[in-house]
Each structure stands twice: as C-alpha cells, then as structure tokens.
C-alpha cells in the first residue's frame, strides 16, 4: 500500500524560504510510471495546485507561484520535495503532497495526510 508522509517546518517567517518533503513508502518512486505534485490549500478556500514533476525531471508550476517555487525528486531515497521562496502570510495554508502512478489502463492517486504551514513574524 502506497503511503505518503509530508514533513516540515509549521512556522515560517515572511521573506524566508519554506521546504517540505514528502516521503513516499509501499513503492518505489523509480519509475517513469510516477509523477508528482504539490497542492495547498489555504483558509477558508479551496484546493490550490502548485506544481508537479516526475521521473523525468520535466516541471510544471501555477503561474502565480512559477517564480518563487521549485519542486524535485530525490529517488534514492523516495522522496521529493517543495521549495517556495519569499513566503507571504497569504502563503499559509495545508501542503499536501500527491503521487500519480501510471496504472496501464487508468491513474491511482495517492495523497499524504496534509501539513499546516503557517506564516507569520
């Protein structure tokens, strides 16, 4: 059973650099059958997309947040990890990290748990 594990700091101050990790157990991430992404959601709203990569290496990011984000993969050690620069309290929100698998005829989905993240002086 596929299972995901967001980790990181919960209190970041403005202007710094947030980074969370998300580490993947039950598979291995090795696999051009595997892409990933990072999703937020902030209070009171809904789910938000912030960028997705994969085996590949190839990225793709919200155009709102291209400039101040950067995800990547470490498949070694099955994991892969977010980095926003610049963070502004409307950056507060839950990160959760997803895992798509290519299953041949369709796509399993798999999510971690949610983390909050809070920004504030």
């Known amino acids: 059973q596929v299972q995901l594990q967001e980790s990181g700091p919960g209190l970041v101050k403005p202007s710094q650099t947030l980074s969370l990790t998300c580490t993947v157990s039950?598979?291995?991430?090795?696999?051009?059958?595997?892409?990933w992404s990072w999703i937020r959601q902030p209070p009171g709203k809904g789910l938000e997309w912030i960028g997705s990569?994969?085996?590949?290496?190839?990225?793709y990011y919200s155009p709102s947040l291209k400039s101040r984000t950067s995800i990547s993969g470490d498949t070694s050690k099955n994991q892969f990890t977010l980095q926003l620069s610049s963070v502004i309290p409307e950056d507060t929100a839950v990160y959760y990290c997803?895992?798509?698998?290519?299953?041949?005829?369709?796509?399993?989905?798999?999510w971690g748990q949610g983390t909050q993240v809070t920004v504030s002086s």
């Open positions: 039950g598979d291995s991430i090795t696999s051009n059958r595997y892409s």
């Open positions: 990569s994969g085996y590949s290496d190839t990225t």
């Open positions: 997803r895992l798509r698998r290519d299953s041949g005829s369709d796509y399993d989905h798999f």
